[in-house]
């Protein structure tokens, strides 16, 4: 059981720092586009809140 939660954990790590790597890059490339995204949503939802 706990060699088997070990293995599990360390597949979950390797996997999240996967994921987490490809979405450093693709924010990289696009921060800007990201950021005014959520910009014009959070105006978005703000407008419709009044």
């Known amino acids: ?6 293995e599990y954990e360390k597949i979950c790590v390797s996997i ?11 924010c990289k490339v696009n921060r800007r586009k990201i950021t005014s995204l959520i910009e014009d949503s959070l105006e978005l ?4 809140q009044k």
Do not use: H
């Open 16 to 26: 999240d720092s996967e994921i987490m790597e490809k979405v450093r890059k693709f």
């Open 45 to 48: 939802y703000f407008k419709k």
């Open 1 to 6: 059981m706990t060699k088997e939660k070990k």
